[in-house]
């Protein structure tokens, strides 16, 4: 009797013990900071720079990546598919509408598959919308990436009859909402959109959950610093995009939320990128990033280069997230060598034409 009592005690005292260390180990979880990467505008040059993006973002230890937009150029052939005839590269002969055909799985095989199994997030840029591509080509391409087990469960959790896929979507990750927008034509935000938005950013802050709000998307929202080329191109652009900064900012001010915001579409790096008169009193933490490959534009007009705005450059932001729900960045940039050592079988003379050429003059 005496050793069936001695036995059941030491059996739960060993459950006890599993438990303790099981429920600290979730604790150390739940209070360690973790990385996420992001960058967008593949264009031109991203079968060159995303393999090297991938390798960095590999190598940081960020959990996951998460592109802005803009794949491949479609309106012509991008150089690292047909190479510029003066670097005299063999290349097979290609016309525009079998390019077309084609660059969106080159896209896969050449850029996406180089992450391995690292979870990848997709937003959709104003060139997945160029003729002949549609949103709708889009939605069945990426299907894999836009319905993709943690996005579906999300959607499902958050409407049981939202049974099909959307180009925008969120994914929460401990105390984090990640919001992905999509802005991708001149008619968005449209009605649809702006009421899912408007219901994500109300159950963020009715959340004692959630603590922080990161919200991604092609084109910069109104009012940034690279205003002429963001949703400002556009009157409903500029109307839905003003009005969804609003209501971002109302989730910082009134619900003490943590809220950053990061863009591409301008193919430079920038942050405090709403440090501007028409934010003036109101900014909202902003970043754009458009460095992962496309044609590289020239700064916006008395912008000068710095540690916070530079062109001519490939990279990633880095992001760290604090146990808090704080997130603090830096931009990490490539070399020629680098872009060299992740392109094993991609012609020096090419590699080298995408680091030194491939810029606005």
């Not at 590999?58 to 309106?75: N, P, T, V």
């Not at 099909?164 to 979507?169: N, Q």
């Not at 556009?234 to 003490?256: C, D, F, I, K, M």
């Amino acid at each position: 009797m005496y050793q069936d009592r001695l036995g059941k005690m030491k059996y739960r005292l060993g459950v006890f013990v599993g438990l303790f260390v099981v429920m600290g180990a979730i604790g150390v979880a739940q209070n360690t900071a973790w990385k996420f990467a992001i960058s967008g505008d593949s264009r031109n040059c991203g079968d060159v720079v995303m393999p090297a993006i991938a390798q960095g973002v590999q190598k940081s230890g960020a959990e996951f990546y998460w592109h802005l937009g803009d794949f491949r150029a479609m309106y012509m052939i991008d150089e690292d598919i047909v190479p510029p005839p003066q670097l005299g590269l063999p290349a097979k002969p290609m016309t525009l509408s079998q390019y077309q055909g084609t660059a969106w799985q080159d896209f896969i095989a050449r850029q996406t598959k180089p992450f391995g199994t690292l979870p990848l997030f997709l937003s959709p840029g104003n060139h997945e919308t160029i003729p002949p591509a549609t949103r709708a080509a889009y939605m069945t391409k990426f299907a894999g990436w836009l319905d993709s087990a943690t996005l579906r469960e999300q959607r499902f959790k958050d409407d049981p009859q939202d049974v099909k896929p959307h180009s925008y979507y969120h994914w929460l990750k401990g105390n984090v909402d990640f919001i992905a927008l999509d802005n991708a034509s001149n008619d968005q935000f449209d009605a649809a959109q702006m009421k899912w938005i408007q219901s994500a950013i109300e159950r963020d802050e009715k959340s004692d959950q959630i603590r922080t709000i990161v919200v991604g998307m092609h084109k910069a929202l109104p009012g940034s610093l690279g205003d002429s080329h963001s949703m400002s191109e556009s009157p409903e652009g500029t109307q839905s995009g003003r009005q969804v900064y609003e209501w971002l900012l109302h989730a910082q001010n009134a619900s003490h939320k943590r809220v950053y915001v990061f863009a591409s579409h301008s193919h430079f790096f920038m942050e405090g990128v709403f440090h501007t008169d028409t934010w003036r009193g109101k900014e909202l933490p902003g970043w754009i990033v458009g460095t992962a490959g496309a044609v590289r534009y020239r700064l916006p007009p008395g912008i000068k280069t710095s540690k916070k705005a530079m062109t001519d450059v490939y990279g990633f932001m880095l992001a760290t997230v604090a146990p808090n729900g704080a997130i603090s960045t830096s931009f990490k940039q490539f070399s020629v060598d680098d872009l060299k050592h992740a392109n094993s079988d991609v012609p020096d003379a090419l590699v080298g034409w995408c680091f030194d050429n491939n810029s606005q003059k």
